[in-house]
């Protein structure tokens, strides 16, 4: 959340449904100049792993650098911080200047991350990183080139300039195999609007996009979860 002030942190917030939500007052954390040399907090991603919950959050410092890290809690309301920068921006022939936008899940006893990566120009794609469950503060990135990127060239495509913010979710396919399903926010141009687009795979690295994208005109930063039985995004 942004506040009259112009500083992002992260709240919570909690439903029975699902779809009405009821806040809390403060945010669960702010920025800290003193200890973290952070002007924002933003873009959570929540995971439990059976003891505690792990939140990972995009950290921007003062000198306006981009860094993915992570605080824990027993209660989801308090939080110790881990100072250790999990994520630092992928060394690539991109030329990449920020990252942002964690989206982690439980697959094959590790921890796999994905997150975007943008140039100076705004335009992002997205990559992945993976971490043992025994020690979620070491990362190793799953290769030097994104796993998912525009479909550049393709003029009459809605994410032809970038790809970002993926919402990966894994489910049960009909004949009970595991597939991964990646929910993603897209732009055809620079200045374009976004739109939502949807992906699959099997093995959560190679994924083939919906024949019918985009699936929703209009939106940014898609999340998704089963609840109940349903997937809501």
Same mark, same amino acid.
């Given at each position: 959340?942004?506040?009259?002030?112009?500083?992002?942190?992260? /709240?919570?917030?909690?439903? @029975?449904?699902?779809?009405?939500?009821?806040? +809390?007052? +403060?945010?669960?954390?702010?920025? !800290?100049?003193?200890?973290?040399?952070?002007?924002?907090?933003? @873009?959570?991603?929540?995971?439990? !792993? /059976?003891?505690?919950?792990? =939140?990972?959050?995009?950290?921007?410092?003062?000198?306006?650098?981009?860094?993915?890290?992570?605080?824990?809690?027993?209660?989801?309301?308090?939080? #110790?911080?881990?100072?250790?920068? *999990?994520?630092?921006?992928? @060394?690539?022939?991109?030329? =990449?200047?920020?990252?942002?936008?964690?989206?982690?899940?439980?697959?094959?006893?590790? $921890?796999?991350?994905?997150?975007?990566?943008?140039?100076?120009?705004?335009?992002?794609?997205?990559?992945?990183?993976?971490?043992?469950?025994? +020690?979620?503060?070491?990362?190793?990135?799953?290769?030097?080139?994104?796993?998912?990127?525009?479909?550049? /060239?393709?003029? !009459?495509? #809605?994410?032809?300039?970038?790809?970002?913010?993926?919402?990966?979710?894994?489910? $049960?396919?009909?004949?009970?195999?595991?597939?991964?399903?990646?929910?993603?926010?897209?732009?055809?141009? @620079?200045? /374009?609007?976004?739109? *939502?687009? $949807?992906?699959?795979?099997?093995?959560?690295?190679?994924?083939?996009?919906?024949?019918?994208?985009?699936? $929703?005109?209009?939106?940014?930063?898609?999340?998704?979860?089963?609840?109940?039985? +349903?997937?809501?995004?």
């Amino acid at each position: 959340a942004l506040s009259r002030d112009g500083v992002y942190s992260i /709240g919570r917030a909690e439903s @029975e449904d699902g779809k009405i939500w009821l806040k +809390n007052e +403060n945010p669960v954390i702010a920025p !800290d100049a003193d200890n973290f040399q952070e002007k924002a907090i933003k @873009e959570p991603a929540v995971i439990y !792993d /059976g003891e505690k919950v792990n =939140l990972f959050f995009v950290s921007v410092t003062i000198e306006n650098r981009f860094r993915i890290m992570i605080a824990s809690s027993n209660d989801t309301i308090g939080f #110790f911080r881990s100072d250790k920068d *999990l994520i630092s921006i992928p @060394e690539s022939d991109l030329k =990449l200047v920020s990252i942002s936008e964690p989206s982690v899940i439980f697959k094959d006893d590790y $921890l796999w991350m994905y997150y975007t990566a943008s140039d100076a120009d705004g335009r992002s794609y997205i990559f992945l990183a993976k971490a043992s469950l025994e +020690n979620p503060l070491s990362w190793i990135s799953e290769s030097r080139a994104p796993v998912f990127v525009p479909q550049t /060239g393709k003029t !009459d495509s #809605f994410d032809q300039y970038s790809v970002m913010a993926a919402s990966v979710i894994g489910i $049960l396919s009909a004949n009970g195999r595991e597939l991964y399903r990646m929910y993603y926010c897209a732009s055809a141009v @620079e200045t /374009g609007a976004y739109h *939502l687009g $949807l992906a699959g795979s099997f093995d959560g690295i190679n994924f083939e996009r919906y024949v019918y994208n985009p699936i $929703l005109h209009y939106g940014r930063s898609p999340s998704a979860i089963i609840f109940r039985n +349903n997937l809501l995004v």
